[in-house]
């Protein structure tokens, strides 16, 4: 699996047409965070759209993605922010609550149900105490522009499409991936964004962990 998104990715991100372009999205969350609270981690950064916000707005970022090719660019075209090549899937290096938010803007629903709530307790585990996730997930309108999208046996909402999988959010798998026994959610909202060119149907999350269940 690790493989197939990498190479995808990879590709993608070897085209000079992509550029980074934030959308505006995490404008209204940063009366949330402080410069002086912590490190902000932006996971499956791609180009940085997000980290390049952060970083100009005062934070401490790093950026991290399993794309050599983005990790490349980025780098290059951003020498100040703390940027890595990271497999989520094998588990994110922060020590126990050392993060003050982690930033996943469409880098979340390209796994099977075991690998997706893994990673998400892991990124529990490295939040602070009320720590934040932002986070934005595929919306089951996108599988009207993917025709050819093939449903995963066992998983009515994970499918196999352009080589690799995808998983597209309701709110019955908002519910289920961020139980309220783990999160507080803030905000949680269906969305548009104009990202690649083309209409993009997504699910937009800001949510706290749960101090009283966090271990």
Not at 51 to 60: C, E, H, I, Q
Not at 185 to 210: D, P
Request: with cysteine.
């Amino acid at each position: 699996m690790k493989g197939k998104i990498e190479h995808y990715w990879n590709e993608a991100y070897g085209n000079p047409n992509y550029h980074p372009d934030h959308d505006g999205w995490l404008v209204p969350y940063l009366p949330l965070l402080r410069p002086d609270g912590g490190r902000i981690v932006d996971l499956g950064c791609g180009l940085g759209h997000n980290a390049r916000m952060l970083n100009a707005a005062g934070f401490t970022v790093s950026a991290c993605d399993l794309s050599v090719q983005a990790i490349e660019r980025l780098r290059s075209e951003e020498p100040g922010i703390d940027v890595f090549p990271l497999d989520m899937t094998q588990g994110l290096p922060w020590e126990d609550g050392a993060v003050q938010a982690v930033v996943a803007d469409l880098s979340l629903h390209y796994f099977p149900e075991n690998i997706t709530l893994a990673v998400l307790s892991d990124i529990r585990r490295v939040l602070q105490a009320d720590g934040l996730l932002l986070c934005r997930l595929n919306a089951t309108g996108e599988l009207a522009d993917k025709p050819d999208a093939i449903p995963v046996e066992g998983d009515a909402h994970l499918y196999e499409d352009e080589g690799i999988l995808r998983r597209f959010f309701d709110e019955g798998e908002i519910a289920r991936f961020f139980p309220v026994q783990n999160w507080e959610i803030l905000t949680c909202r269906e969305a548009q964004s104009g990202r690649y060119g083309k209409v993009k149907y997504l699910w937009e999350l800001a949510i706290k962990t749960n101090v009283s269940t966090k271990d």
